[in-house]
T-cell receptor
């Protein structure tokens, strides 16, 4: 079956760095997305990785290892507004999005 | 990024009535649109996938006669919740993508309350 695993909840301190991991098992693979979702709002796109390696975009970076079925989202210089759920989603061989349940990130002062 | 507009943002309706939710891609042609439902503190649940000009593909357990999806053009898809009941109260979100290997952009979501 197809499956996405990510931690349910994480807590970090303002100004610190946090890494949210995601492992996936899909029928084929055509890329991995990270989305941010604040409570009561729709998800917003953060990143897309299809090749191995790290992609940096400001305070956020995303890493992919296709051989390990593994990705992480790295958030630096955490701000209170980063408190949100972070959703990992993989594109399978049919280009269908397989969603993780999301990681709720709590930022403490 | 591309803009997807979803309307209305929130709606309250009486039990037994129908509600239509629109999802528009404003600056790109969406070959595929997705409809999700999200209950409080739960993950996105895909309801159906629609490709322009063809019938929607519904996920297991989603009643196609209750949740009518129309994707008549490359910029508009609609979800109609027919004979709504209180248990249909939820956050409904659409997303659209131009091509199969590009990111999907989300609408703002519609909070439906059935009383």
């Amino acid at each position: 079956g197809q499956n996405i695993d990510q931690p349910t909840e994480m807590t970090a301190t303002e100004g610190a760095i946090v890494q949210i991991n995601c492992t996936y098992q899909t029928s084929g693979f055509n890329g991995l997305f990270w989305y941010q979702q604040h409570a009561g709002e729709a998800p917003t796109f953060l990143s897309y990785n299809v090749l191995d390696g790290l992609e940096e975009k400001g305070r956020f970076s995303s890493f992919l290892s296709r051989s390990k079925g593994y990705s992480y989202l790295l958030l630096k210089e955490l701000q209170m507004k980063d408190s949100a759920s972070y959703l990992c989603a993989a594109l399978d061989s049919n280009y269908q999005l397989i969603w993780g349940a999301g990681t709720k990130l709590i930022i403490k002062p | 990024g591309a803009v997807v507009s979803q309307h209305p943002s929130w709606v309250i309706c009486k039990s037994g009535t129908s509600v239509k939710i629109e999802c528009r891609s404003l600056d790109f042609q969406a070959t595929t649109m997705f409809w999700y439902r999200q209950f409080p503190k739960q993950s996105l649940m895909l309801m159906a996938t629609s490709n322009e000009g063809s019938k929607a593909t519904y996920e297991q357990g989603v009643e196609k006669d209750k949740f009518l999806i129309n994707h008549a053009s490359l910029t508009l898809s609609t979800l109609t919740v027919t004979s709504a009941h209180p248990e249909d109260s939820s956050f409904y979100i659409c997303s659209a993508r131009a091509q199969s290997d590009t990111e999907a952009f989300f609408g703002q979501g519609t909070r439906l309350t059935v009383v």
